[in-house]
């Protein structure tokens, strides 16, 4: 307890005021990847973030091609010890400023009412060597040949969505008695979509093959559903064709209640999920809409929109298959992955989160097409999120003198916030080449949170093998090996005894920013500032004067040591290794009026020890030690 004054020591009720101190240091995330690419599914214009590979690959899918490897670099970056990923999903647009614009397309049908109508229509009949016949006329047949066919019947009622109904097959030998030769249930009573039948082989019932003078007749009535007959609309989850084999049942509800009903979802055959005791009424709690699409524990395969909202009119049709899902790959640019700032399409959507990124684009299907992605990423980086960094390849089949070339003198890029690897890396999986940027993604994040390293780190060395791979594309001779090095390329190589390791450590910067040609200055510099700013919501709008300015000087000293202790600057503790000003020789009159706070912190890096050298001396022939 505080000493009280003398005048306060008479009887009475004191109330004293402490300086407020500022609060306790709290810490940031030290390392999360990004990466945008094309996948199986998943949802578009959208930030997805991911714990785990599991929880990545149930909303995006599998892998595709070689062409689009996202899934085999998420799963790098997590077994090599990546734990966050934010992820967008990249497809076409015709206008990358407007995301309204998206070629990707929803799988689609529709769940129809319980009222269809009645009509009867056939089209053409056609046999496998285009021999037209007769529709419902029983005019003869016109034959190339004297064989028996394969015929197909079309429902071709217009407006019809559907329905259900047999088909009659009737036929006429010359000898002219008609003959029914067997009703024909389409898709075993599922209804007809427009413009689809049934297959069937017309023969003469008995006389030998066809002739011209043979006829037959075909008749179909069915019930068919017209444009009002919609009910709901069932709409894949999300783009794409992986949805284009969903097939919805309808069935009663378990409980059986008047009214009410359930939908089972199947994909490729296989029920994947039941939405029970689902209500048409839009006033109840099972009402459709709501529980199928309610993003916590509705569908993970559809959504549905009554077009009716009426609970007057039931459901009548039993099954639908989704088509039509589209992944929106047709045209697609470099320009799609780049995205547009306002539309926050591509990689723009990574502004959503303020968050330090380690950000790669794997899906780079050229040189010319790296190169720009390359450019697009550090664009990003140097204008709106300053403190990301980026993991960027060369493309494959360069040998060391084209990488070299092309790196210094075609993408001639001077950043220091990208680090540039090569060659190709074998995937231990299926030994196919790829690139390395979600494996080094992942040693990142390995290396940031490892306890006894730190995100001063660089990510290389001995210890910084990659895991998932048993390969390079190219072994180099030291010679080689240092021609890389020294022209800021980081290699990667096969260390015996060790495995595919990462042995090299510097950024893109030539001139610019040269104190940050390692990577791990670079990175900690990036973690030091957002570990700062993230301590430092509580000052605007307080007064600025010496007591705020106290509370921040404190503050950050405190943040500053704890970062020194852990090993993450260099030199001898406060004083050398960083310094604190936040005073009235910062802050002054003019600044004040300003409305400006201003702090000025200065660190010493830690650098990376990029090389060892070793003299050795021959002493045997001195008669003293050392002289």
């Not at 967008?88 to 995301?99: E, G, L, P, Q």
């Not at 429902?155 to 009737?170: F, K, L, M, N």
């Not at 539309?343 to 380690?358: H, P, S, Y």
Request: contains cysteine.
């Amino acid at each position: 307890m505080a000493q009280l004054d003398t005048y306060e020591l008479a009887p009475g009720v004191y109330i004293t005021e402490a300086k407020t101190p500022p609060p306790p240091p709290s810490g940031v995330s030290k390392s999360n990847g990004a990466m945008a690419g094309v996948t199986e599914k998943g949802k578009f214009g959208e930030l997805f973030i991911a714990n785990t590979f599991n929880e990545w690959e149930q909303e995006f899918g599998t892998y595709i091609s070689k062409q689009y490897p996202t899934w085999k670099h998420v799963k790098k970056f997590f077994i090599n010890g990546g734990r966050k990923l934010y992820f967008v999903r990249i497809a076409h647009y015709t206008n990358i400023a407007d995301k309204a614009t998206l070629t990707a397309i929803k799988a689609l049908s529709s769940i129809m009412d319980d009222s269809p109508t009645t009509a009867s229509s056939i089209g053409a009949v056609v046999d496998d060597a285009g021999n037209t016949g007769d529709d419902t006329t029983a005019t003869s047949g016109n034959y190339n040949n004297n064989v028996d066919g394969v015929f197909s019947v079309e429902v071709t009622t217009a407006g019809a969505y559907g329905g259900t109904g047999e088909v009659s097959i009737y036929f006429t030998p010359d000898s002219g008695t008609k003959t029914l030769l067997g009703l024909y249930n389409p898709i075993d009573g599922i209804e007809f979509p427009l413009g689809y039948g049934v297959n069937f082989k017309l023969s003469d019932g008995g006389d030998g093959d066809l002739l011209i003078t043979d006829k037959w007749t075909i008749d179909c009535t069915a019930s068919v559903y017209g444009v009002g007959n919609e009910r709901l609309k069932v709409y894949a989850k999300t783009e794409g064709t992986y949805y284009n084999d969903i097939t919805v049942k309808v069935l009663n509800s378990s409980l059986g209640i008047s009214g009410e009903f359930k939908l089972e979802v199947y994909k490729a055959g296989v029920l994947v999920e039941s939405l029970d005791n689902l209500s048409l009424d839009t006033l109840a709690t099972n009402y459709v809409e709501k529980e199928v699409n309610n993003s916590i524990v509705g569908s993970k395969y559809i959504s549905v929109l009554d077009t009716l909202n009426t609970n007057a009119v039931g459901i009548g049709q039993p099954d639908v298959i989704l088509a039509g899902g589209d992944d929106g790959l047709t045209a697609l640019s470099k320009l799609d992955y780049a995205g547009d700032m306002g539309a926050e399409t591509g990689i723009e959507l990574f502004a959503k989160t303020d968050n330090t990124l380690v950000i790669g684009i794997p899906d780079a299907v050229n040189t010319s097409y790296n190169d720009y992605l390359i450019k697009a990423v550090d664009n990003f980086i140097q204008n709106r999120h300053k403190n990301s960094f980026q993991i960027a390849s060369l493309a494959s089949d360069l040998d060391y003198k084209t990488a070299i070339t092309h790196y210094t003198a075609t993408l001639a890029l001077d950043s220091d916030k990208y680090a540039m690897y090569y060659p190709f890396i074998v995937d231990a999986d299926d030994g196919e080449q790829i690139s390395p940027i979600g494996a080094v993604m992942g040693l990142y994040g390995r290396y940031a949170n490892d306890i006894n390293k730190g995100v001063w780190w660089s990510p290389a060395g001995y210890d910084a093998q990659l895991v998932g791979i048993n390969g390079v594309e190219f072994s180099f001779t030291e010679t080689n090996a240092g021609k890389i090095n020294e022209n800021r390329i980081n290699l990667i190589k096969s260390i015996e005894g060790k495995g595919v390791t990462v042995y090299g450590a510097r950024t893109g910067a030539i001139s610019k920013a040269f104190d940050y040609r390692y990577i791990g200055a670079r990175l900690n510099m990036s973690y030091i500032k957002r570990l700062l700013k993230s301590n430092s919501g509580w000052v605007p709008l307080k007064p600025n004067n010496e007591k705020l300015w106290a509370s921040i000087t404190i503050l950050y000293n405190d943040i500053l040591n704890r970062h020194y202790l852990d090993g993450g600057l260099n030199g001898s503790g406060t004083g050398d290794s960083w310094v604190v000003i936040c005073n009235s020789d910062v802050n002054t009159e003019a600044t004040i009026k300003q409305g400006l706070i201003i702090a000025k912190v200065g660190i010493k890096n830690v650098d990376t020890g990029e090389f060892m050298w070793v003299n050795i001396e021959n002493i045997s022939s001195k008669s003293v030690l050392g002289k």
